[in-house]
């Protein structure tokens, strides 16, 4: 059976640690044994172990008696000596034997050394006992579910001495760039310069992430963070998950929110971010912004319909309101590849047919773009597109139509062309079988067969209604001119004012 690996590498990385704040380092140069036992022992102690930590509770450090200890300990392998600090102090000679001995000296108060001696034997024989204890305290002080994410991260400090960093992925990558944040598994990964980083992904829709970064520590230490990291993140998302229902029953959240990383053109605060995790929105990734309009403005019974039908052709987006209308995005890791676009319009067609005519549905689809600044652009494409989308035409259009739906969308704004479109259609005011005709003959590229079916009639019915369409506004249907300036109309009086 192999022997267990000391957790404690070398005596002078226990300087400092959470229950040994009272613990320094004299001595210059770094020691080189690990420390497997600590033993209480006189200044003038003939007898030392190999690997032993010893502690000296009695006699004059400032003596040439601690000379012969060092000398005694570093012969006998020893991994170090702990002393009371006093005044004066080990001498300069005592201080340079250890250094070039590399046998570190560490000191503590007087009054503190049985308490130290305590938990240096639990850290050092007992590591799992340490351990426990403080998982334990960690997991009593979060049993009622009342601890916030702050209260949590400043519990993981009082414990490891360290303030850990709760964050997206991209906040991640700045603090600690070696790690796989596109990996969600937990991390430890030690540096160059003997830092630890432990990381933990938290499972969620956030995909947030918890990093704690451990300077030159003992392994003792990165095995007690990485347990504490494994309770905190089952605590955490939980508290998200709960967090999360709390906000989604809460709209006008959502919308101040959207409404501030609008208004920031994406620049997203910590402040941001966090409210953003706690809603379950992701800001990193790439984005593909979705924009819901109607002819009048929509409800909040508007907007269940419309979730119920996102879900039920499994497009898995939030709706916020956006001024009148509403907003959604779809997030992923990478960008999306060319058929994901199609396949995403062909869903939402399918949406708004689900959606019902009483609410005819405008939905624009933005480009790809990363981050949250990207969310934002797309956002911002996606109204742009939606502005000229006509619902007889299937109601979706994406982003690579967005000059000629600007265009359009202008064009059929104007009071220009409302008021032609008003005069012109005038005659069809009162048989709105008729106008319905008409402008599904002109939407379906002037083929019957495609009319009929759109209104569920037969192709003759169709022709007998534009053969009554011709007469009474006393034009002809198969002059193109004449096709293009009626389908404006057409279009016109359904367009609203923006």
Known sequence: MAPQRPLVEH????????????????????????????????IAAEAVGDRELLVCVSGDVSSWRLDALIRRAALAGAAGIVLPKSTPGPTVASLHIADRLRLPLLVTPPHRILEVVT??????????????????????RWRDGSATPEGVLADLERELGTRPTLGDRAQVGESAPELRTDLEVAQTHRRPGGAVVVSCPIPGPSRQWLLIQ?????????????????????????WFLVRRWELEQDHHQQSRLLAELLDEHGAATSAIRRRAAEMGWRLDGWHVGLYFAAATELTEADRDRLVAALR????????VRWGDSWAGWLTSDYAPVPDFLHR???????CVRAAGDDT????????????????????????????????RSGGVAATDA?????????????????????????????????????????????????????????????????????????????DPDVRLAFQLACRALDVPGW
């Open 119 to 140: 938990t240096l034997q639990r850290l050092v024989a007992a590591p799992e006992i340490e351990r426990a204890e403080r998982v334990l305290r960690c997991a009593h």
């Open 402 to 478: 967005l000059g000629i739906h600007r265009l359009v969308g202008e064009l059929l704004g104007s009071s220009t062309a409302r008021a032609f479109a008003q005069s012109a259609l005038a005659p069809l005011a009162a048989d709105a079988t008729l106008l319905d005709t008409l402008a599904t003959y002109l939407d379906s590229g002037n083929s019957v067969t495609t009319t009929a079916d759109r209104l569920g009639v037969h192709r003759n019915t169709v022709n007998a209604r534009l053969g009554r369409v011709t007469r009474t506004l006393s034009v002809d249907l198969a």
């Open 344 to 350: 995403l319009l062909t869903r939402l067609r399918r």
């Open 312 to 319: 039920g052709v499994d497009i898995p987006t939030v709706v």
């Open 214 to 238: 451990l300077g030159r520590p003992p392994d003792v230490l990165v095995d007690q963070a990485v347990a504490l990291a494994q309770l905190a993140v089952l605590y955490l998302r939980g």
């Open 360 to 391: 005819p549905l405008r939905i624009g689809v933005g480009s790809a773009r990363e981050g949250p600044v990207g969310l934002v652009e797309s956002l911002e494409e996606a109204r742009e597109v939606a502005r000229g989308v006509d619902v």
């Open 11 to 42: 005596a002078d990385l226990l300087a400092g640690l959470p229950g040994l704040e009272d613990l320094h380092l004299v001595s210059r140069t770094p020691g080189g044994t690990p420390v497997t036992s600590v033993r209480l022992v006189d």
